[in-house]
């Protein structure tokens, strides 16, 4: 049985001088599941809110002395303030949102212990779908159990103007459209691309098979992370 390094934001934890004594990862939150209409036993099913999940992860911190322990836990935290990327234990990543830290506690002379609290989801590794070259339906199998935001990257070949999916895009240059449905942006050459777009909402596909239909003669490279319950 092969044994997973935990890493955050893709570092081992020795290079912060810490040591992963335990981890939890808790369920997603789900509300607005079902509505019961008055004076029936039948519920209809809604399109359900789908939250964060719980993930704690206690660390110990080893030093040759009491300050640069103290220093290795700042520098962590830090990095934990600005991005919390973790990768576990059970072979998922988990992008989190920072909540917590506990007070350092001291387990013998060179060891602190410190628990960490997070609000994070679980993915996978970051995929990547080519799409047949040119206009049509394109088929594209996303992973996972919940609908993902992808990435569009599209290399227009000429092309004044193109749609993938729902989503039109006018005025284009010769460079790459980058149509982020993760970070909520639409770029070309790294400016701001998003007043040449028509469109009602970021690009998600289902997990499974999805049909996306593309209009113009353009290349298309779909990027996302699958995402699980």
């Not at 570092?11 to 029936?40: I, Q």
């Not at 009491?66 to 576990?88: C, G, V, Y």
């Not at 002379?109 to 960490?116: G, N, R, T």
């Not at 594209?140 to 993938?164: C, D, H, L, Q, W």
């Amino acid at each position: 049985m092969n044994v997973i390094q935990p890493k955050i934001n893709g570092a081992l934890l020795d290079v912060y001088g810490a040591k992963m004594l335990e981890y939890s990862v808790g369920p997603v939150s789900y509300e607005n599941g079902y509505y019961r209409p008055p004076r029936s036993m039948f519920p209809v099913r809604l399109d359900a809110d789908i939250g964060l999940r719980r993930v704690q992860i206690k660390l110990d911190f080893e030093g040759p002395n009491m300050r640069q322990i103290a220093m290795a836990i700042s520098n962590l935290t830090a990095q934990l303030h600005k991005e919390a990327d973790l990768f576990l234990p059970d072979g998922f990543h988990y992008l989190c949102c920072f909540d917590e830290q506990s007070t350092p506690e001291e387990k013998a002379p060179w060891i602190m212990q410190v628990e960490y609290t997070f609000s994070g989801l679980r993915h996978g590794g970051m995929c990547s779908v080519k799409l047949p070259s040119g206009a049509g339906a394109k088929k594209v199998f996303i992973e996972g159990n919940y609908r993902a935001p992808v990435v569009y990257t599209v290399s227009p070949k000429g092309a004044k103007s193109f749609s993938v999916g729902d989503i039109a895009i006018a005025n284009v240059g010769a460079a790459d459209v980058v149509i982020d449905g993760i970070r909520g942006k639409v770029t070309q050459d790294g400016m701001n691309k998003y007043l040449d777009a028509t469109m009602t909402q970021f690009p998600v596909l289902e997990p499974g098979l999805n049909t996306v239909n593309v209009v113009g003669d353009v290349d298309v490279r779909c990027d996302y992370y699958p995402l699980y319950m």
